[in-house]
């Protein structure tokens, strides 16, 4: 089993920055794949980031250029740096750890993003 705890998530004015963090416990793989998810209200969970073991981070179109995601492993540990945020970044942000067997879940995190 692996546990995910997450922080970061608040309340910020457009064009303002936040980074959110996630950290692994339990039984960590060599080979993973690290990925931030987002649902705002009424919609579907959507793919924001990801970032596997040894390879190169993909964005979804609506974030490049604005947030970045890194992985630090010595810390089990996924970060989203968010800058440039615009109300329409405003949802529940969950990470998500993705191993050979399974994947699991972060609690989500909330970020509000005022106009």
């Known amino acids: 089993q692996v546990q995910l705890v997450e922080s970061g998530g608040g309340l910020v004015q457009a064009g303002g920055s936040l980074r959110l963090s996630c950290a692994a416990s339990g039984r960590i793989f060599n080979f993973n794949i690290w990925g931030w998810h987002r649902q705002a209200p009424g919609e579907q969970r959507e793919l924001v980031a990801v970032i596997p073991s040894g390879g190169t981070p993909n964005y979804a179109d609506s974030v490049k250029g604005r947030f970045t995601i890194s992985r630090d492993n010595a810390k089990n540990t996924v970060y989203l740096q968010m800058n440039s945020l615009k109300p329409e970044d405003t949802a529940v942000y969950y990470c998500?750890?993705?191993?050979?067997?399974?994947?699991?879940w972060g609690q989500g995190t909330q970020v509000t993003v005022s106009a």
């Open positions: 998500h750890y993705g191993t050979p067997y399974r994947g699991y």
